[in-house]
């Protein structure tokens, strides 16, 4: 659990975050978003103190982190950084293994772990474990520096911007993979973004930053449903929020009985594709199989209905 | 193998059989010599002058790199800044004060001999090793030093393991720049009786004999362009691998 009380930073007069308090539960993914300038990466290096806050504490599972000496609570927690940093003059095995060396593992240890992370990213460890990294293309560093990141099985993930070079369809992609990662290893991340649909569709709860204050921290459905000022209502954009609360559920919570034609969706589909997809082939309705066994039928209006504001 | 390889390598083994068998180039340098004046210069041993001459050099540039590359460290440590100028005037003074000077300052408290060219060449070549080693120390790229910093290098850590090595390539040519200048420079430390090639110069100069001057320079010449071409490849090769090249 990560507890963030009243932070605040102030530049040469200048306050850039502004009393901030959050709470962020293990296990669970926290986005920022906000516009350029807002704070956002501040407010996550104070969480590694990069950056010492003016006033305000921190909490890791109840412990302050200023108790902690700065370079041994950041080899406790891992950090992407903001277009990858990776370091250009060590092979990508030696860039995984970096906290884990730092840490006094043994050898063989190291070149085990790398070798898995390299696995679980997709990364064929014979083919890119002694690639140097401007060998990689833009995703292939990017998801480097994430495992980089997790190389020491930290509990807490510190994200900047990590998918901001990435064009959309590696994009969703290295979404789908963070999330699948996260799932497995139950890491507690915070991640800065730009991109109000990344916000949602990666966080259980989302921070809206603007000139360094926090206007809402709350769960995307929320988020949308009553957003908290009219900045945080422009950032979700008035014409999407029907298709935003759609996006935020899954075809298997909406499946009722009865017959319906032509091609199956899948249950693990979300809403807001399952949508298109009868608003594109006229259907009132649609069959619904998971695993490819039919499990019952999708109907507009169930879709409908998931759209309207909550009450 | 390249065209720019072979030539390297046959510029090598000229240098090389003429340090050890310069009585075979006699041919060459007799074209230069007037009344039977003697074509090869053999008072001394080439070979023992030339490895003479390099340990001067060698040993100067590296006394004057531990201290540059030292002092450059330093003033970029946040607490040292402010010792920025005063260590940038000392490289400079070191810079600008005439080796030939400095020979005649150093001969009455050092005494004739390699001495006092030592300490000429370590002078001269502070100043192109510590702007080289500023220069490479100051430009590194803002996220790798961040990325270092957030997975929890202690300061030193990061001197050693990340900001050292991604300067190196820049170190490195102040380095080469020291030790070309140190090269030809050690050739007037004959002038007070420091075994260097400058004998062989001095030895024309003073005879009157132009194949004498010629086989000196050329001799310092090509073990100067042979050393620069080398630095060049090795720093080539580190940027490359750093995917700077
Ligand atoms: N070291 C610093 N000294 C002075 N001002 C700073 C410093 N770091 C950041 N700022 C200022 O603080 C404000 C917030 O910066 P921050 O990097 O947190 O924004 P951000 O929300 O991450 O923006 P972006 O989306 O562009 O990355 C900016 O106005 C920035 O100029
Ligand atoms: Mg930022």
């Known amino acids: 659990m990560i507890e963030l009380q009243s932070l605040t930073k102030i530049y040469d007069g200048v306050t850039v975050v502004d009393d901030v308090s959050l709470t962020i539960n293990s296990g669970e993914i926290a986005t920022i978003v906000g516009t350029s300038g807002s704070g956002k990466t501040t407010l996550l290096r104070m969480i590694n103190r990069l950056v010492q806050p003016s006033s305000g504490r921190i909490l890791i599972d109840g412990e302050e982190t200023s108790s902690i000496p700065a370079y041994e609570l950041r080899r406790r927690i891992g950090y992407a950084i903001q277009g990858h940093g990776l370091f250009p003059h060590r092979s990508v095995g030696r860039n995984i293994g970096t906290v884990p060396r730092l840490l006094g593992w043994k050898q063989a240890r190291i070149a085990a772990r790398v070798d898995e992370l390299l696995d679980l990213f997709g990364l064929e460890p014979g083919e890119f474990r002694d690639r140097m990294p401007h060998e990689l293309s833009g995703g292939q560093q990017q998801r480097v520096g994430v495992a980089r990141a997790l190389a020491a099985g930290p509990n807490i993930l510190l994200m900047d911007e990590p998918f901001g070079a990435l064009d959309p369809i590696i994009r969703a992609k290295a979404q789908d993979d963070l999330l699948a990662i996260q799932r497995r290893i139950g890491t507690t991340i915070v991640l800065v973004t730009h991109d109000m649909n990344e916000a949602i569709s ?77 608003l594109w082939s006229g259907r009132e309705a649609a069959p619904v199989q998971e695993g490819g066994a039919p499990v019952g039928r999708i109907t507009r209006a169930a879709l409908q209905s998931q759209a309207e504001k909550p009450v | 193998m390249s065209m720019a390889i072979l030539i390297r390598l046959a510029m090598l083994a000229l240098l090389a059989v003429f340090l050890v068998q310069p009585e075979v180039f006699a041919p060459f340098f007799a074209l230069f010599t007037t009344r039977g004046a003697p074509p090869i210069y053999v008072q001394s041993d080439l070979l023992s002058l030339a490895l003479n001459h390099m340990a001067i050099v060698v040993t100067a540039v590296l006394g004057a790199t531990v201290i540059a590359v030292g002092l450059a460290v330093l003033v970029t440590r946040p607490n040292w800044s402010e010792f920025l100028p005063l260590s940038r005037a000392l490289a400079n003074i070191g810079q600008t004060f005439p080796p030939i000077a400095v020979l005649a300052l150093a001969v009455p408290a050092m005494g004739f001999g390699n001495g006092p060219t030592l300490v000429a060449l370590f002078l001269y070549g502070l100043l192109p090793i510590f702007e080289n080693t500023m220069t490479g120390l100051s430009n590194l790229p803002p996220t790798v030093q961040e990325a270092a910093r957030g997975m929890g290098m202690s300061d030193r850590q990061r001197l050693w393991q990340v900001e050292l090595p991604l300067a190196m390539p820049v170190i490195l040519g102040g380095v080469r720049l020291s030790t070309v200048i140190a090269i030809s420079t050690a050739t007037i430390g004959s002038t007070v009786a420091a075994r260097t090639l400058g004998e062989v110069i001095i030895a024309g100069l003073l005879s009157n004999n132009i194949a004498f001057i010629l086989q000196g320079g050329l001799v310092v010449g090509a073990i100067a362009v042979l050393v620069h071409d080398g630095f060049v490849a090795l720093e080539r090769r580190m940027s490359r691998r750093a995917g700077q090249g």
């Open chain 1, 202 to 278: 990666l966080g259980h709860n989302i921070a809206v930053m603007d000139q360094g204050r926090l206007l809402q921290f709350a769960p995307p459905a929320d988020i949308i449903a009553r957003p908290g000022t009219p900045f945080v209502e422009a950032l979700i954009g008035s014409e999407d929020r029907p298709f935003r609360m759609l996006a935020l559920q899954r075809v298997r919570d909406l499946i009722e009985k009865g017959p319906a034609s032509g091609p199956a969706i899948d249950a693990w589909a979300n809403a807001r594709a399952a949508y298109a997809e009868l």
